[in-house]
């Protein structure tokens, strides 16, 4: 049972340049997550999806772009990536009921240069 | 607009130096405050959910309690592996969407 599991775990990408950050979660979870973690802010939500077939927009979601594949996968894209999305990227996903834990990938080091 | 915030922003103890960590909120109906911890290099780990005022939970050396404007994570006799950054999320009335504050990291010396 492997959870949340997340590829890649490091990237390094020019300005300019797209990418697509892979999530995939083996416990039949309802919504899934994107949350960006800086120094000294936090995590914060890039989008979400609540269950399969939708998506809507956290509180940092320009810039992104998300596909909920099917109810396991839901992949980011950066479509021209700029030097302010340097960041740690987490996917989690939950139950999707009220007061439900999330349950977090290990993450994703991206570096724009 | 909902918001959360955590002190101190870092904390060093001796080994069995107890302590409290502090989260803040002011959330617009809040569903639940959760408690994770996270180490370097990983994602965050479930500790607590608390869902309403008065409610305290424990698990080891850890006990989080929740007031109607903020949750304490108390810390008693800390050892080294208790060393990670805690992270408090709220679920507001927005349902399945959480807001986190940007943790405290705390160092334990032996």
């Known amino acids: 049972n492997a959870g949340v599991t997340q590829t890649p775990k490091f990237q390094v990408l020019k300005t300019g340049q797209s990418m697509t950050l892979q999530c995939a979660q083996d416990?039949?979870?309802?919504?899934m997550y994107w949350y960006r973690q800086d120094p000294g802010m936090g995590l914060r939500l890039i989008y979400y999806?609540?269950?399969?077939?939708?998506?809507d927009k956290g509180e940092v979601p320009n810039g992104y772009n998300v596909s909920r594949l099917n109810k396991r996968e839901f992949s980011l894209r950066l479509e021209s990536a700029a030097p302010s999305q340097t960041s740690v990227y987490f996917c989690?996903?939950?139950?999707?009921?009220?007061?439900?834990?999330?349950?977090f990938g290990s993450g994703t080091q991206l570096s724009v240069l | 607009e909902d918001q959360v915030t955590q002190s101190p922003e870092a904390l060093r103890l001796q080994e069995g130096e107890s302590s409290s960590l502090n989260c803040s909120y002011t959330?617009?109906?809040?569903?639940?405050l959760f408690w994770y911890r996270q180490d370097p290099g990983k994602g965050p780990e479930f500790l607590f959910t608390?869902?309403?005022a008065g409610e305290e939970k424990e698990k080891e050396r850890l006990k989080a309690t929740l007031t109607k404007k903020e949750s304490f994570l108390h810390i008693t006799a800390p050892k080294p592996e208790d060393s990670a950054t805690y992270l408090c999320?709220?679920?507001?009335?927005?349902?399945?969407?959480?807001?986190f504050g940007s943790g405290t990291k705390l160092n334990v010396k032996p």
């Open positions: 608390l869902y309403s």
């Open positions: 999806s609540a269950s399969e077939g939708t998506t």
């Open positions: 416990m039949n979870h309802n919504s």
């Open positions: 959330v617009s109906g809040l569903r639940g």
């Open positions: 999320a709220v679920e507001a009335a927005t349902f399945n969407k959480f807001y």
């Open positions: 989690a996903s939950s139950g999707g009921t009220a007061n439900e834990k999330l349950f």
